[in-house]
């Protein structure tokens, strides 16, 4: 392995050497399963690494194949490869929305993982003109972004000197340089609902976008909340607005959706991702169907379908348990953990609804039998 974990859990991968790293090193390797008595003739030392490993494995499992990231996947890869055309055709935008904790960025960030991967393998580390290649610029925004703050957060990944200096247009030109000497072909802005977006300067924002999607010989990926109510897809017709509508026409917005398990089908989808995450705990007294037959009413109701907040309760009860010496995930030990505010709401009404066994997360095929 060439670097180490405790350097990765600083990444914001907003910079180019953290996307690098991220994208070209290893994935961390799985500890290895040991049992009660394997884990108990370790000498105290070992005991701490394993236990070490352990809390950072549990604490990144994935990304799971998910159907909803597959999905994606697959869409992104036909317009991101569709848009290798030569020259100055304007290229289609893509918008993936959809509401927090579905999977958006980490779906995203595996996308850029691949895609760089296979732009180097194909292309090399370096441009012709002995640039590093730098296939994917990703931005992460934060609270109420303006478009030269947006400017400036592409100059910081780059790390370019000017950042700090000059009006709107000239980081803007900035920023178009380095996209350019770096070969970048995906440029990700993840959580575009920070950008300062209000009914007066809603067309200059409209208008910086398009600038980019037109300017910029990339693919242009906007991440983010409620962006369709922003009127970036809209047709314009009703306010009579252009300009919007030109940002509408050529992008392709993408969704993504939680569980659900009214259909068949949906349960066997949620049966599925969880026999896939079974597979991934490092826990001495886990079973086969220990999340997909005897948790999987259990934690839908606690997650409503919504795998950020599954993610959450799966890594805080796998770290309570290895902590605790339980090393098993059950529902007592599940009900002391807390998870975020909008899952507790939600699931309350749900588990009723299961209780009474008007509801099951469960298909008929396959029930009480792990794959
Ligand atoms: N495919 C996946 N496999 C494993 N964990 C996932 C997956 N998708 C999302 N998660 C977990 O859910 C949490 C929320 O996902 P995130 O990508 O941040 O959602 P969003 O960007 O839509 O708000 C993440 O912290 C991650 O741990
Ligand atoms: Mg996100």
Redesign the pocket.
Known sequence: MSTTAPSRSNLALSRKEDLKTFAQDPRRRQPDALTRAQLEALSDEASVEHNLRRREWHANIGPIKTPQLIELHEDLWDIVDSNLQDGDKAKGAIAVDAF?GLG??TSVLAFAREFHRREIAEQGEFTAQGHERLPVCRVGLTGNTGMKDLNRAILEFFGHPGRNRGTTAQLGQRALDCVLSCEVRLLAL??LHFLKWNQRNGIEVSNHLKWIANEFPVTLLM?GVGLAGKGLFSEGGSRGEAVLAQTGRRTTRLGMRPFTIESEAGRREWRQMLLALEQRLVLADKYPGMLADDLSDYFFARSTGHIGSLMTLINRGCQRAVRTGTERLDRDLLDSVKNDEASEAARRELEAALEKRRLTSRPRSGRSKAA
């Open positions: 927090p958006k960025t993840d959580d991440i």
